[in-house]
């Protein structure tokens, strides 16, 4: 069965740190994976994704991600936090046989100034 | 602009009386779903689309309905609201392609008392 984790509820960075929230994997065919973003009293919005090609994939507000396919994981990142980026971030991997997103349980990113 | 609308935002309804909440979507996607979004238990898919007159039941259905007469409608239908079905709703729409991303709408919190 295809799977995201999810291992922190919550990540504290300071402003202007290297941020990184974690997510692992479990597919059984080609890994089709997204991470989004929800801002307070908002929908998700896409930030980036990775089908093929290059494992470093850059997404939108500066955030890029790391595909490793031998630790099957696909981690957020950024260089430098910014308190703006403070939200609630979820992964999710596409099902191949009917396009259903699963979806982690979503990790709260907090920034301090 | 490509974007997918709920309607409406906000609703607070009593036990027992049937609602509608709206989706559409402009982007011509085959692919339509409906998510709930509670504390701790991240997104949880209700029902889902992946064409016209072809629905399937998500991981939390019960309680629910949905129907697909159109391709760009894709409206929740709660016959009997319970206090237990107080939550914030997600639309989501896509293509029928690997790879794609979905859209998301702004969601609807919704109170049953």
């Known amino acids: 069965a295809q799977s995201v984790a999810q291992p922190e509820d919550q990540v504290n960075v300071a402003e202007g740190n290297p941020l990184t929230v974690k997510c692992t994997y479990s597919v059984s065919g080609n890994p089709y994976l997204f991470w989004y973003v929800q801002y307070p009293n908002r929908g998700l919005q896409f930030l980036l994704k990775?089908?093929?090609?290059d494992n470093l994939v850059k997404g939108s507000y500066g955030f890029e991600a790391e595909f490793n396919k031998s630790q099957t994981s696909f981690h957020l990142k950024k260089p430098s936090a910014l308190v703006s980026d403070s939200a609630l971030y979820f992964c999710?991997?596409?099902?191949?046989?009917?396009?259903?997103?699963?979806w982690g349980a979503g990790t709260k990113l907090i920034i301090k100034p | 602009e490509a974007q997918v609308t709920q309607n409406p935002r906000y609703l607070i309804t009593v036990t027992g009386k049937k609602l509608t909440v709206t989706c559409s979507q402009n982007m011509n996607h085959e692919y339509m779903s409906w998510y709930r979004q509670d504390p701790g238990l991240g997104l949880r898919q209700i029902y889902y689309?992946?064409?016209?007159?072809?629905?399937d039941k998500g991981d939390v259905p019960e309680g629910y309905k949905v129907s697909r007469k159109e391709k760009r409608n894709f409206p929740l239908i709660l016959e009997s609201p319970s206090p237990n079905q107080t939550s914030l709703y997600f639309c989501?729409?896509?293509?029928?392609?690997?790879?794609?991303?979905?859209?998301f709408g702004q969601g609807t919190r919704l109170t049953v008392v």
């Open positions: 990775y089908i093929t090609g």
């Open positions: 989501a729409s896509s293509l029928n392609r690997q790879g794609t991303e979905a859209f």
């Open positions: 999710a991997v596409r099902d191949d046989s009917n396009y259903q997103l699963i």
């Open positions: 689309s992946m064409n016209v007159e072809v629905t």
